[in-house]
């Protein structure tokens, strides 16, 4: 897996950039077809991706980011209206800003409730902090030992349930495989999936299985990400959580495959030894599957 590079990924060439103010020099904005925002966290070895997502009425953030920087500065800049926060699952890259918000929707489910009530600290999250995760070295006022997420007030909402935002509908879908919560939005006006840690370009995540990272299971992926192929036939696009901000549909179909051939012992792995793939109470060596343009990474 290749990381650090002098140069900016090419695949952000590729979308109209926005100026932020309060970027703090770590967050960069995208202005994305449909009044979406990708919020950006490019300088960490993760390359978050946030969506601001506005209707007529109100608008939905999915995710809020490491909580290294301030993303909810970057939110009131670029809207000042009626604002819903949901998390796609509880994974500290994507809940870390969540205590800035006055409530957080999530998928219902224990990994949930703990981390919202005590957060996470310490170890678990000290290989995130090392500065060989950071593209160009630690950001203005970032403490690498103090690196942490804080408690924050979360609410439940179920499987189906529909945000009316003003003139486009957003669908919560539990699509369990990579964390048991874990949760993608469609965007029913448009036909957009915005796909969490499930569809990207980039390594594939079916290892973990601890008390604080939650349990990965291959074949609750694999049926989520074939029911959100039957169920919304007409997607065109998928708006991903990670590295490029847009894949097509088809990419759904290419991990799924390469899913069912690591389960069914298709393909070869190799040991992965380098410890910025891995978390905390993950193994020391993983197993990493190569396809085209991705992997998968996953326990012997």
Known sequence: ????TPEKREYYCKYEQVDIKNGAGWFECYKLLHDVYCICEPQHLQEVNAFLIIG???ALLLDT???ICNIKAVVDELYQGELTVVNCHFHFDHTGNNW???KVLAADDPFVSKTAEHGLSGAPLANQADEDMF???YPEGFIPEEYQT???NVDFVEDGHVFHLGGRDIEFIRTPGHTADHAMLYDKTNDILFSGDMVYGGAIYIQFDSEYFGSSNIDQYIASLEMVRERYPDMTEVYASHNDIIVPPERIDIIHDALV???DGQVPGEPLHDEKYGYYGDPKTL???KFDGFSIVARH
């Open 65 to 67: 980011g490491m909580g």
């Open 150 to 152: 804080k408690p924050y």
């Open 56 to 58: 007529s009425e109100r």
């Open 287 to 289: 197993m990493e599957y």
């Open 100 to 102: 800035r918000f006055d």
């Open 135 to 137: 593209l160009f070295g």
């Open 261 to 263: 051939a690591v389960r």
């Open 1 to 4: 897996m290749k990381w650090k």
